[in-house]
């Protein structure tokens, strides 16, 4: 059995943009640094890659899908 964990940062999704005013939102994709929202294609990328067969070495793992806004 494998466990592991996806920790999206922020994504390019309605929610953000009706939660979090359009002036602040600017500066906080300015702290990205990827500077951009992510896309919820990249979190469906790596359920995907995780999910494979031949991922079952992966494990006990927390990705984190965020542009490197959080880096361990």
């Known amino acids: 059995m494998t466990v592991n964990a996806i ?5 390019d999704l309605p929610i953000v943009h ?4 359009a002036d602040k939102l600017s500066g906080v994709i300015a702290s990205i640094p990827g500077e ?4 919820a294609e ?5 359920a995907v890659m995780l999910a494979a067969e031949n ?11 965020n542009g490197s806004l959080f880096m361990r």
């Open 7 to 11: 920790s999206p940062g922020l994504m």
């Open 18 to 21: 009706e939660s979090v005013p």
């Open 36 to 39: 951009r929202l992510g896309l």
């Open 42 to 46: 990249y979190v469906a990328d790596v």
């Open 55 to 65: 991922a079952y070495f992966a494990n006990m793992a927390c990705w984190h899908v």
